[in-house]
């Protein structure tokens, strides 16, 4: 009988080529992850992710599901798959759930923090798990920017020029900027992302923290829905999948938000959906 898992997966991005299992033996985080779980389940197992990661970005909370024919426990699932893993990616929860759950599909949200470092020299810690800033950021302009994006836009001026959504609109949820210390974390939550959107928007308001930029530029590049006048893509380093929302019926396993080198932020002002 077929049964299917979820799982929560936690990876450093920062030695493979994306999430997505690739040709020609090009390290991804997929392929490691369906290897691991087909010596446990002794067959060949396929995942599907919630949301695909680029090249070099991290997921503290990534959520994924597959078939099984295999009975094994959830223990055997979490720390069995992680006996088979490389040391930057762990199975951090797992659970049986229903045959209609699908990581993707069944998503309601889905959530990205991006860490900015702010120091006058470049870590050595953390060198690609955060992106350095030399440059003093305004937190309160770059936090009225990031307010500038919340809700249902085009967001054509965001997209990488080779994204491959039949779309260009998204819902933005939620959208805050906190300094937490010597971080500055861009934590986004939407119904769904396009292509190097978030990098992007990242490029954008550390340009006008910096004071490069007028506050108004935020709404002038999101008008132009031209991704020439967006400004630079930011570095893929201190991207983080975080979070994916889904009905409670699922009962999905919910992890603490990552990446969890943070502090805590007060999580009140966040109303999830029924």
Not at 90 to 104: E, I, L, N, P, T
Not at 260 to 271: K, Q
Request: one cysteine or more; aromatic letters at 12%; glycine letters at 6%.
């Amino acid at each position: 009988m077929t049964k299917k898992v979820v799982l929560v997966v936690e990876y450093n991005g920062s030695a493979y080529k994306g999430w997505q299992a690739q040709k020609f033996d090009v390290p991804s985080v997929q392929e490691k992850l369906e290897k691991a779980l087909s010596v446990i389940a002794n067959h060949t197992v396929k995942v599907v992710c919630a949301g695909r990661t680029d090249s070099g970005v991290h997921a503290s909370a990534q959520v994924v599901h597959f078939e099984t024919q295999a009975e094994r426990n959830e223990r055997s699932w979490t720390l069995g798959v992680n006996t088979y893993l490389p040391e930057d990616i762990s199975v951090v929860a797992a659970r049986h759930v229903d045959d209609d759950f699908h990581a993707r599909f069944s998503a309601l949200s889905r959530r990205y923090r991006y860490v900015i470092y702010q120091a006058d020299f470049c870590p050595a810690i953390l060198a690609k798990g955060v992106t350095w800033s030399y440059k003093s950021l305004d937190v309160n302009v770059m936090r009225q920017a990031a307010a500038t994006f919340i809700g249902t836009h085009d967001f054509t001026s965001f997209r990488a020029v080779g994204c491959q959504a039949k779309t260009p609109v998204r819902t933005i949820l939620n959208f805050d900027v906190h300094q937490l210390g010597q971080y500055i974390v861009l934590d986004v939550r939407a119904n769904a992302f396009l292509h190097h959107m978030i990098r992007n928007f990242a490029g954008v308001l550390m340009t006008i923290g910096a004071g490069e930029q007028p506050l108004e530029w935020a709404q002038q590049v999101l008008d132009a829905k031209d991704r020439t006048k967006g400004g630079i893509t930011a570095s893929p380093y201190g991207l983080y999948f975080v979070d994916a929302e889904y009905p409670k019926h699922f009962n999905v396993p919910v992890c603490k938000l990552g990446p969890h080198f943070l502090p805590f932020v007060d999580e009140s002002c966040y109303e999830l959906s029924s």
